[in-house]
T-cell receptor
Framework: SQKIEQNSEALNIQEGKTATLTCNYTNYSPAYLQWYRQDPGRGPVFLLLIRENEKEKRKERLKVTFDTTLKQSLFHITASQPADSATYLCAPESNNNDMRFGAGTRLTVKP | EPEVTQTPSHQVTQMGQEVILRCVPISNHLYFYWYRQILGQKVEFLVSFYNNEISEKSEIFDDQFSVERPDGSNFTLKIRSTKLEDSAMYFC???????????FGNGTRLTVT
């Protein structure tokens, strides 16, 4: 069956450091993968989409990589700030119209 | 920027009652979704809807649930005979195309007592 695994439920880092979050998937062959941010009590918010022919995608302090051989995407936040504290979700493309999310990684950036 | 709106923000109901959760997707979007998030757990896919019919549904979406697009703007989720375990946040989302980025509403918190 299809699985999406995101590393560690929680990640704590110091302000200014780079946060790296991992998304691994099995039994998917996604042409692209999406990352979302979710704050407590709110709906997820789309951040980035990376396609299989893109090694890397950047948006401001965010960087995403996508390795279809390893079946893995890495999500980096550089120069992290306390305002980056949230849960980050990944979603590989599905062949069906049923976008599913990983369980998420809860990032806490300490001042 | 256009947004997905959901009403009510919080619904309390007694076990066994029926509830209807309402959503107004972004107007030019063609794909609509419902997700559920039990407190402290992951966001779970329930159902997708396109061209006035269900496109995909998960194993959670059984006969207790139904969706409808009663007019050109609303998209509803009906839950019949609610159970305690139906207590959760229910998120509506819409997208322009299949598998394009989803735009989520801020959810309806359903509490079944």
């Amino acid at each position: 069956s299809q699985k999406i695994e995101q590393n560690s439920e929680a990640l704590n880092i110091q302000e200014g450091k780079t946060a790296t979050l991992t998304c691994n998937y099995t039994n998917y062959s996604p042409a692209y993968l999406q990352w979302y941010r979710q704050d407590p009590g709110r709906g997820p918010v789309f951040l980035l989409l990376i396609r299989e022919n893109e090694k890397e995608k950047r948006k401001e302090r965010l960087k995403v990589t996508f390795d279809t051989t390893l079946k893995q995407s890495l999500f980096h936040i550089t120069a992290s700030q306390p305002a980056d504290s949230a849960t980050y979700l990944c979603a590989p493309e599905s062949n069906n119209n049923d976008m599913r999310f990983g369980a998420g990684t809860r990032l806490t950036v300490k001042p | 920027e256009p947004e997905v709106t959901q009403t009510p923000s919080h619904q309390v109901t007694q076990m066994g009652q029926e509830v209807i959760l309402r959503c107004v997707p972004i107007s030019n979007h063609l794909y609509f979704y419902w997700y559920r998030q039990i407190l402290g757990q992951k966001v779970e896919f329930l159902v997708s809807f396109y061209n006035n019919e269900i496109s995909e549904k998960s194993e959670i979406f059984d006969d207790q649930f139904s969706v409808e697009r009663p007019d050109g703007s609303n998209f509803t989720l009906k839950i019949r005979s609610t159970k305690l375990e139906d207590s959760a946040m229910y998120f509506c989302a819409s997208s322009e195309e299949r598998n394009s980025p989803l735009h989520f509403g801020n959810g309806t918190r359903l509490t079944v007592t």
